[in-house]
């Protein structure tokens, strides 16, 4: 147990749907972020918050939409996604940016 | 274009030996480096860091080396332990800025 929740932990969506990742940490850390992690590929940083406020978007295609209503919850939302964004989504927080990040334990995604 | 690379998709290692990660990058002005462990259904946890001011730093069983000339590190874990199967990954970039690149990651088999 990280302090860092992803609530779901597996999702099976259609192209057509659109649903939210959830992710919540408890630990007081300033920073949040969201990850990809592909089969066989290195983890691909997508969005960074840094006290609620976005400072990175990693080149993210808009089906992607990130939001940070507060800095304990981030979320993604996702929409008319791909089948090739399926994929293990990690979210992950830290005191500050760049220092050690905490992750969850990621959401399963699997666009049919 | 990769920026961090781990060449070894898998190593085995008995128990009680030594288990050595390799770890290259080819940014020259990346100056901290991080080992992330991450067993199945879990996110990476933080294992430990290095800054290039330093050539090594050691916790517990796990050290870390940097070859700043080489643009290259290493973990190194000693002895090994069945509970250290696990998949590794190594993250490098800067750290006045908010991004790090992760390696594709090694799994590590510690056979009893």
């Known amino acids: 147990e990280t302090g860092v929740t992803q609530t779901p932990r597996h999702l099976v969506m259609g192209m057509t749907n659109k649903k939210s990742l959830k992710c919540e940490q408890h630990?007081?850390?300033?920073?949040m972020y969201w990850y990809k992690q592909s089969a066989k590929k290195p983890l691909e940083l997508m969005f960074v918050?840094?006290?609620?406020?976005?400072?990175e978007n990693n080149s993210v295609p808009s089906r992607f939409s990130p939001e940070c209503p507060n800095s304990s919850h981030l979320f993604l939302h996702l929409h008319t996604l791909q089948p090739e964004d399926s994929a293990l989504y990690l979210c992950?927080?830290?005191?500050?940016?760049?220092?050690?990040?905490?992750f969850g334990q990621g959401t399963r995604l699997t666009v049919v | 274009d990769q920026q961090v690379k781990q060449n070894s998709p898998s190593l085995s290692v008995q128990e009680g030996r030594i288990s050595i990660l390799n770890c290259d990058y080819t940014?020259?002005?990346?100056?901290?480096f991080l080992w992330y462990k991450k067993y199945p259904a879990e996110g990476p946890t933080f294992l430990i860091s290095?800054?290039?001011?330093?050539d090594k730093n050691e916790d517990g069983r796990f050290t870390v080396f940097l070859n700043k000339s080489a643009k290259h590190l290493s973990l190194h874990i000693v002895p090994s332990q069945p509970g250290d199967s696990a998949v590794y990954f190594c993250?490098?970039?800067?750290?006045?800025?908010?991004?790090?690149?992760f390696g594709s990651g090694t799994k590590l088999n510690v056979k009893p």
């Open positions: 992950a927080s830290s005191p500050l940016m760049n220092t050690e990040a905490f």
């Open positions: 630990l007081g850390h300033n920073a």
């Open positions: 918050y840094n006290f609620k406020e976005q400072t």
């Open positions: 940014n020259s002005m990346f100056d901290y």
């Open positions: 290095i800054s290039s001011i330093k």
């Open positions: 993250a490098a970039g800067q750290y006045n800025f908010n991004k790090f690149y």
